[in-house]
């Protein structure tokens, strides 16, 4: 190990090139700090985004089946989506899980902790949540193109599910992995 110290390149030109609705698009070129030379990169500009792990009373996870476009597969998830402009990730959290399981929890949701999804080209960050003693109390609201079934999963079940491939989506594992430390799996 070295002595070296890595420092921030200088930005020298931010091209953005457009916008697709989850993202903006932009080609950065910058400038190596000691060597000098310069590269052109693509970053995509993200809204935050936010994760909740709703709890019932009764130790219970609220997880989410769905059909996910990406990867062209139905997943097992924890709710969660975009922080609004101007929105607390914490209240984009709460919101999404109302949303997505008509679930509400007791008092605020606790911040497990935060992650950069991947540095390398998004500019974002993620929030991961957990909202303890959830109960049903509103109907789904779900966008025009959201289909969710709410399935009831015991906590305890859940890092065998993790390890068995049943949930599989970095973000969601992300907050597990956070909720782990914190509380234990």
Request: proline content about 4%; some cysteine.
């Amino acid at each position: 190990m070295t002595d070296k110290q890595i420092q921030k390149w200088e930005t020298v030109n931010n091209r953005e090139i457009d916008n697709f609705k989850i993202f903006d698009l932009s080609w950065i070129r910058r400038r190596h700090p000691e060597s000098g030379k310069e590269g052109e990169f693509v970053v995509l500009n993200s809204p935050k985004w936010v994760n909740i792990i709703p709890i019932t009373k009764e130790k219970k996870v609220i997880l989410i089946e769905q059909y996910r476009q990406g990867t062209d597969e139905i997943t097992l998830e924890v709710p969660g989506g975009l922080v609004d402009l101007n929105e607390e990730p914490v209240n984009a959290g709460e919101r999404e899980c109302r949303e997505e399981t008509g679930y509400e929890g007791k008092g605020k949701a606790v911040l497990l902790g935060e992650n950069t999804p991947n540095p390398a080209f998004l500019n974002n960050k993620c929030y991961s949540y957990v909202w303890f003693d959830c109960e049903l109390k509103y109907e789904q609201k779900l966008d025009s193109h959201e289909d969710i079934k709410v399935v009831l999963v015991p906590v305890s079940k859940i890092k065998n599910m993790i390890l068995e491939g049943k949930i599989r989506h970095s973000l969601v594992l992300t907050a597990f992995f956070f909720y782990s430390i914190k509380y234990g799996l």
